[in-house]
């Protein structure tokens, strides 16, 4: 099969991890016999250097008309002038926009063998497995209206915080379709008791429960799922909820698993958006930031973004059989302790990618 994966590698560690990515990307399609075909863009900070925009017209066009789009990370310390009429954060939030990706996927699982690498005790994390599904499009980011004005001799900031019902009615059936192949179980997170926005959720969440009897499906207030993260993390299986509070619980949980540099993410767009009968338009990204401060040393963790790879190929081209190949290669790695220095280990970042095509390779 042949695919064309556009790469933004963005700021930072970004080039360094992406490049890795690739290589078991290329690892995979010479023992499947596929094709990737790969063209590489700017996006963010060096996007806004180059071009004056952290993300083109052109660049946007690339990623539109590709099969999926792998990206690293924006930012830094040279473009965060809060005053900027352009910043790397922006190219991000309209390349989600313009591709139709309305979810994202973030599945936080503990390794056996990291268990002590995570600030939670261990008996804590055994059998922690779970998938976050937060909304990309609506919510406070995008809003109307947005905007600073003079009031009174004071200045006033709005933001708003809207949802259709169709926007919720979306990621929610796709949690529960998501959790038919897990444990059967839904945690929907609002704000209910405070916010008409979360009312509304609620409500398309509950219809979307009777419609999955087969389902269990519970409802959480955002400040008690942000205890029961720390408190009980395996009590979850599938959670879904709008888009700040997502953005939230998804970095808390990502402690869970000892180091950002481990976990992955999707960001899906409606089924078929893809050529294929299910397969869906995504963009694929390690959860971490751009780390300006270890950038160009070679010693960032590449298995967020080469797991993020894997989910490239299971959502987007509907290759499983390849993706769990990577999800296994990493971890067989992991459990034979090959570390970088984010787990308190020396390889450096191509020496882990190598033990993971190694093992890709045995296998």
């Known amino acids: 099969m042949n695919f064309k994966i556009t790469l933004l590698p963005g700021d930072g560690i970004g080039p360094e991890v992406v490049a890795e990515a690739v290589r078991v990307l290329e690892t995979i399609a010479g023992k499947h016999k596929h094709t990737f075909s790969f063209q590489e863009r700017l996006m963010g900070g060096c996007s806004i250097d180059k071009y004056g925009s952290s993300l083109t017209d052109e660049t946007l066009a690339d990623c539109q008309t590709s099969d999926a789009v792998l990206f690293g990370a924006v930012g830094g310390p040279k473009w965060d002038d809060p005053n900027a009429k352009d910043r790397p954060e922006r190219g991000l939030l309209a390349l989600r926009k313009g591709l139709g990706v309305f979810a994202n996927l973030r599945p936080v699982k503990v390794h056996p063998a990291l268990a002590d690498h995570s600030p939670l005790k261990p008996e804590k994390l055994q059998g922690v497995d779970i998938l976050i599904l937060r909304e990309l499009t609506g919510g406070l980011y995008f809003g109307q209206p947005k905007m600073r004005e003079m009031k009174d001799g004071h200045q006033r900031a709005v933001d708003t915080l809207e949802y259709y019902d169709y926007e919720i009615k979306r990621i929610v059936d796709l949690a529960f379709e998501l959790a038919k192949g897990r444990k059967k179980k839904v945690t929907s997170v609002d704000k209910a008791n405070v916010l008409e926005s979360s009312r509304l959720w609620r409500q398309v969440a509950t ?116 993706a769990v190949a990577i999800e296994n290669g990493v971890h067989q790695t992991i459990t034979a302790g090959a570390r970088t220095a984010d787990l308190g280990g020396m390889l450096t970042t191509r020496q882990m990618t190598d033990e993971i095509i190694k093992s890709i390779e045995e296998n």
Do not use: C, W
């Open 207 to 322: 219809q979307a429960g009777k419609e999955n009897p087969d389902i269990e499906l519970e409802h959480v207030l955002v400040d008690t799922a942000s205890m029961k993260l720390i408190t009980g993390p395996a009590s979850f299986d599938v959670v879904v909820t709008e888009n700040m509070f997502g953005d939230i619980l998804t970095d808390e949980a990502s402690v869970l698993a000892g180091s950002m540099g481990m976990l992955p993410s999707a960001s899906l767009g409606e089924a078929g958006s893809r050529s294929g009968s299910e397969a869906r338009m995504g963009l694929y990204e390690p959860i971490h930031g751009s780390a300006p401060d270890i950038a160009g040393k070679g010693i960032a963790n590449p298995i967020g973004t080469i797991l993020s790879a894997a989910l490239l190929l299971r959502h987007s081209f509907e290759l499983e059989s390849e």
